[in-house]
């Protein structure tokens, strides 16, 4: 079974310029997170998706940033302008719904490693 | 404000002792914590989970002890093995279920030959 995947895995960018991340999760899971470590700190909830459906984006920093999951299935993340403050390692998890036969365990994706200039 | 705390930013220990990891949070109403291994490069990597029903949970060389007074958790490994080393993420959730997960700066342990 594959893994959640992510590109690119590397991004560099200069201030003002957009970047869109995609993010392809477990096939059947229907619950998608997007989190953010910026260097030295915690891994930063960002939101979370049920199917299609955004359940909670409290953790997006600002209307910079817009997230997009048609169809229910692979999710982009795009960052628009961007700042320097956006750099940081972008992850991606994905989960089955409780109940539906497996765990709910969040499993990762490798990251996005965003560099803003 | 950090709800979930790593106070030891790193750990090193000689292969074949226990390993322990300490995580500290803040927030009462967190009732699932687990914890993820990272090595460079990779995402997370989902190692162990306790609920806040329990107060020790065992896999393996992995047991995770949880103190719901003191708000504290704890990872132990034993015995430690060089393929150990890596960053280890202390997490925390509420509701029930896994949903938005609350993460700690990390602790990187390792393990010497």
């Known amino acids: 079974e594959a893994g959640v995947t992510q590109f690119p895995s590397h991004s560099v960018i200069e201030k003002g310029q957009t970047v869109t991340l995609r993010c392809d999760p477990i096939?059947?899971?229907?619950?998608l997170y997007w989190y953010r470590r910026v260097m030295g700190k915690e891994i930063k909830f960002l939101l979370h998706?049920?199917?299609?459906?955004?359940?909670?984006e409290s953790g997006m920093p600002n209307n910079r940033f817009l997230a997009e999951r048609t169809g229910g299935t692979y999710s982009t993340l795009k960052v628009q302008p961007a700042e320097l403050e956006d750099s940081g390692v972008y992850f991606c998890?994905?989960?089955?719904?409780?109940?539906?036969?497996?765990?709910?365990?969040?499993?990762f994706g490798p990251g996005t490693r965003l560099t803003v200039l | 404000d950090q709800q979930v705390k790593q106070n030891s930013p790193s750990l090193s220990v000689q292969e074949g002792r226990i390993s322990i990891l300490n995580c500290d949070y803040t927030?009462?109403?967190?009732?699932?914590f687990l914890w993820y291994k990272k090595y460079p490069a990779e995402g997370p990597t989902f190692l162990i989970s306790?609920?806040?029903?329990?107060d020790k949970n065992e896999d393996g060389r992995f047991t995770v002890f949880l103190n719901k007074s003191a708000k504290h958790l704890s990872l132990h490994i034993v015995p430690s093995q060089p393929g150990d080393s890596a960053v280890y993420f202390c997490?925390?959730?509420?509701?029930?279920?896994?949903?938005?997960?609350?993460f700690g700066k990390g602790t990187k342990l390792s393990v010497k030959p």
């Open positions: 998890a994905s989960s089955q719904e409780p109940g539906t036969g497996g765990t709910d365990t969040q499993y």
């Open positions: 096939s059947g899971h229907d619950n």
């Open positions: 998706f049920v199917k299609e459906s955004k359940q909670d």
């Open positions: 927030n009462s109403m967190f009732d699932y």
């Open positions: 306790i609920s806040s029903i329990k």
């Open positions: 997490a925390a959730s509420w509701g029930g279920s896994q949903g938005n997960l609350i």
